[in-house]
């Protein structure tokens, strides 16, 4: 197979541009050996005026080919973690061929910014071309080759960590149930092995964590670059807002959502009757002892789920029946399966993909209709001609999936939805509540990064350890964390991103916050929001992430009166739940 990948390669039509193979399966099990010819092909052909746009479309479907090879070998390798030949596969593609694809777009981008070419709808991919020409340096190439090695050995870390549960060997996300428990003790129980079992790879963890910081900001200074955290500005495309800005995010949000995430607290201390709300009281449902069972079998899963999305949008609903159709979604929990869920684009056919690990419990649900929301954004993007117009920044992608979490969560009920009208009004509570508690979360961990890359002190472990708890009570005030201090160190080595994803966390918070814009204006016009929604996912990255959002009609939001406006709404729609929860007047919440 290989060797006929490279034969077509050597194929080369009059026009200069290299032959692509006719689908992606032709590069499963190519190596870089085979894929570098195409990439010499382009970068050698003569481009002359007239002919940009053919020369461009062929290194877009060779992007696309080689997106959708390596999709299919994470499909492969995730939803069989034994099979070997799918792990090789996987790990080929993230480990070889997309760092060596990585420079060859830098070497493209160049060839293609010196004809100064450019068409409607390019803008925003030569503005990104641009930067990742002018950060790009050759002695960087081995320092990320050794930063995701570094990456992989956290994961490593933390994917091997167990711990002894009623004599039986349990990882920390299977501890997650326990921390829902009624019982008090079992969920103290549950969050102290859980916290110790980070705290037993402390050293491990800082010492990776000491070699990552030294790295980046190698990179960073190599770069031209003041420190890592500028470097991951210009690296993330972040064009249309600053560190000052997240600064005043973190301001903003000190100031408008801790009050009100105190005040559910207090709630929540009120209901459990606990004299201080500790940190393993945080994850029980206050209100009710009934656990949801939203389905029994896979059947069960997708079929209300169709229903809830025809009601958001009938389009929307037509999409979801084409990924069952198509086979492009992977759900249940199977022995061997990678744990989590995601969903990937399967750029050449343009398809996505979601993978999940559903056990039949209403997390399930939540996950399904997040990561459909990105499988929309994927089917409306599609259209645009080139693969780099298709994807948008994390801004943008998790607003699209957020939104549909939000707009989803009206239907939850049946006759569309899972649930009786009692358990809905639950389950929504209990998002709403969780999206309070998050923005304080993601502040945190924003404003711990700053401090990581701009102190000058992110290198000292002991320094770094203790402004995460002084940022941590900046953000979180009204849990009582007495005598759990290593405890809450232990809550920053579970960050995955401060790890794996720098900077990415800030994101979560804007789309957040734009998300619920689109479900206030869903509340007065549900037809004309979901429209917008529509329009602004189907641009892709065309536009800049302000003209995205605002085509959604709503707007980035880093001010706290506004965020205020908005934490308002969602405590008072959980206290309008509630009290018809308490009353008994339910029907009307369906
Ligand atoms: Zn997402």
């Known amino acids: 197979m290989s060797s006929r990948v490279t034969d077509d390669a050597e194929r080369v039509p009059a026009n200069g541009l290299p032959l692509l193979p006719d689908s992606p399966t032709a590069f499963m099990d190519a190596t870089w050996d085979d894929v570098a010819p195409y990439y010499e092909a382009l970068a050698a052909a003569e481009i002359t005026p ?46 070889e061929i997309y760092p060596k694809v990585d420079e060859q777009q830098v070497r493209l981008a160049r060839k293609l910014l010196a004809l100064g070419y450019t068409e409607p709808g390019l803008e ?14 050759e002695e960087n190439v081995p320092r990320f080759a050794k930063l995701e090695e570094l990456e992989a ?26 921390m829902q428990s009624r019982d008090r003790e079992e969920r103290e129980r549950a969050f102290r092995l859980s916290a110790q079992a980070y705290l037993d790879k402390r050293d491990e963890l800082e010492d990776i964590f000491d070699r990552q910081y030294a790295l980046r900001q190698e990179v960073a200074q190599a770069a031209g670059f003041p420190d890592y955290m500028r470097f991951a500005f210009a690296a993330k495309y972040r064009f249309d807002y600053s560190p000052e800005d997240c600064r005043h995010f973190h301001d903003a949000v000190e100031k408008a959502v801790v009050p009100v995430a105190a005040r559910q607290h207090e709630y929540r201390r009120q209901r459990l009757g606990v004299t ?37 949008d009938s389009e929307l609903g037509g999409q979801f029946r084409t990924l069952e159709a198509e086979r492009l979604l992977d759900l249940e929990s199977r022995p061997g399966k990678a744990p989590g869920g995601y969903c990937t684009t399967l750029q050449w056919r343009g398809r ?23 499988a929309f954004h994927a089917f409306l993007a599609h259209p645009h001609p080139y693969v780099w117009q298709r994807s948008s920044g994390h801004e943008a992608a998790e607003l699209a999936s957020m939104s549909m ?23 929504q509570v209990e998002h709403l509540e969780d999206v309070l508690y998050a923005l304080p979360h993601i502040a945190c961990v924003d404003a711990f990064q700053h401090w990581i890359y701009t102190s000058g002190k992110g ?27 290593l405890e809450r160190v232990a809550r920053w080595l579970r960050q995955s991103h401060i790890f794996t994803s720098p900077f990415y966390y800030i994101e979560y918070g804007l789309a957040q916050l734009g998300a619920l814009q689109v479900w206030r204006d869903s509340l007065r016009d549900h037809p ?44 008072e729609r959980i206290e309008t739940l509630r009290s018809m929860l308490r009353s008994g007047e339910v029907a009307a919440v369906a």
């Not at 707009?407 to 809905?424: F, K, N, T």
């Open 405 to 427: 979490e939000l707009l989803a969560g009206r239907y939850l009920a049946r006759p569309e939805g899972y649930y009786s009208a009692i358990d809905a009004a639950n389950a």
């Open 276 to 312: 201080t709300l500790r940190p393993w009281d945080l994850a029980v449902n206050p209100d009710t002892d009934a656990r949801l069972r939203p389905f029994e079998d896979t059947p069960g899963f997708l079929a209300p789920a169709e229903r809830i999305f025809n009601r958001v």
């Open 528 to 571: 004309a929001a979901v429209a917008r929604y529509k329009q602004a996912l189907a641009l892709g990255g065309t536009v800049p992430l302000p003209e995205m959002y605002r085509t959604a009609g709503v707007k980035l939001v880093f001010d706290a009166p506004t965020m205020a406006e908005l934490v308002a709404l969602v405590e």
């Open 124 to 137: 925003t991919t030569l503005k990104k071309f641009r930067t990742d020409d002018a950060i790009f340096r």
């Open 459 to 485: 290198g000292d472990r002991d320094a770094r350890d203790a402004a995460w708890l002084e940022i941590r009570r900046r953000f979180e005030p009204s849990v009582d964390w007495t005598g759990l201090e």
């Open 153 to 178: 050995g956290y994961d490593k870390v933390v994917g091997s960590l167990s711990v002894e549960w009623d004599g039986e060997r349990k990882t920390i996300p299977q501890l997650q149930p326990f």
């Open 50 to 95: 007239g002919r940009e746009r053919e020369w461009l479309t062929v290194w877009s479907e060779l992007d696309a080919m080689l997106g959708e090879a390596g999709s299919l070998a994470m499909i492969a390798y995730t939803a069989n973690t034994g099979d070997e030949a799918a792990e090789a596969a996987h790990l080929r593609f993230a480990m």
């Open 352 to 374: 996505p993909f979601i993978y999940m690990n559903a056990v039949g419990v209403h997390d399930d649900v939540s996950t399904l209709v997040h990561e459909a929301g990105h």
